[in-house]
């Protein structure tokens, strides 16, 4: 009699239809698809979660990480002396421009002063630890190994030593998510560095970003730079993002395609700065409403947008 | 022997701990950092279906949503996206399963692609129609694979089931 199934069959007790259950499992699945898509009210839930689900990836993790720390230490004396020369050369090399820059911060701290310019922010963060690359295969997004408890919040912007990486988009108690800048419509204003014309660079979920709602005329080249405009209040004004690589002006439409490449390792790294929340930005002047009586306002606006945009 | 209803080979009862224990594996196996190449299996799904047909009483649409919820927050997608396919998917396997299991082992990883497959399409819909990045056709040779590890999966998951409950080496037959 050991062989067989013990429980009876449960003829008189049966719990609800499994159609029933059905219907209500998939109202509560798209339920909560729907909220946290559009509302993005469940953070607590998801926090709560990966509060458990966490230790247990990072174990997981831990394999791969083996295999590849074994890797390096392997690698021997010849790469390493190459790499040190490498960057003994890359420092050699920046050496000129870093050895002025505390003089030149001062000194354009100085002329702001002098013409009552607010102070460029300082740059601060701190350096966390790429754990690994979220599995989601529709988006392009990261985990740090740093979240809540080191004060890290959501919309944080991250870098790594050649440009914008991403932005913090959630946080957990023990680590962060970071959307990548190529991540599907992901958005970055931008500002060229050339012409210092402004727009905003969007990305298309293919490891290329594009530079959207420029006129067909506009002046822009192939080899271009686009630094980060600071004009969101998110991104630190300066910092590379992108590189124009391919520009189609067709004259039937009204905007150019330009196609831009991220100049930051993008999609291959090991460590990123998360820079420090950026100041308040001033409040905007309020919308006017009557014609006549505001008609210096929207002025007085564009007047100090553009004396921001020039002082970064 | 083959493990199906129509060998007469008795299974021993499935024990709970060991289906959670796979469980637990599955989701270990997912969380491996081989999510980027290109035709791995989702193996909560494989495993999930598995019980679905095997044991239908035990595991159902409840383990499913729950799973569902786990993989959501660790791959960082949408909350709900895979709830809603793993609850369709351990519908549709314990509704098949008096089906499937009187077929032989080949013929019933053959019934149980469409159901992977299944799995798959509907997140990419939920996703590409809320406006995601469309992750190439990589994204659907992951079921095929299972497919295949169909066999094995079966193998190993019964392995506990094979064995007699009491060992006497002197027992007449």
Redesign the interface.
Known sequence: M??????PP?FFKRGPA?LA??TF??A??????????RFKS?EL??QS??LV?DP??R???T??SLVDYAATYLQGMRGLQQENSELKHAQLSTAPNLQRLAQLEAENERLRKLLAVKEREKANGQVTQIL????????R?I?VDKGQQAGIVAGQPAIDETGVVGQVT?VFPFSA?ITLIT???QVVPVQVVRSGQRSVVFGL??GQLELRYMPANADIQVGDILVTSGLDGIYLAGFPVAKVVNIERDSAYSFARIFCVPIAGVENFGEVMVLDPRQALPPAPPESTGRPSSSDKPGLGGKKKKTAAKGN | MQPTFSSSR????VRPWFIFFSMLGA??L????T??WPGVPDWVALVLCFWCIREF?HV???W??CL???MD?????????H??AY??LA?TA??LSRRILWFPLAQQALQVLPLLVATQIFQ?V???I???????WG?FIGPVVATLLWIPATFILLLPQYQP??QDPNRPI
């Open positions: 050991a062989g067989i199934d013990h429980a449960p499994p259950l059905l499992y998939i509560v699945s798209l339920a909560i698809f729907v909220v946290d898509l469940l839930f998801r979660i990966a689900v247990v990836q174990v997981a993790q394999p791969g690994y690359t979220a599995r989601d295969p529709f988006s997004k985990i959630r998510e991540d599907k419509d979920g293919n | 008795i299974l021993q009862p989701v270990l997912n969380f491996l950092p999510a980027h009483r159902g649409m409840g499913a949503f569902g919820l786990l927050v660790a791959d960082g997608a949408v909350l709900g996206q709830c809603f609850v369709l519908y314990s509704a990419a939920m996703r590409l809320v406006g995601a990045d469309f992750p190439g994204y409950v009491e």
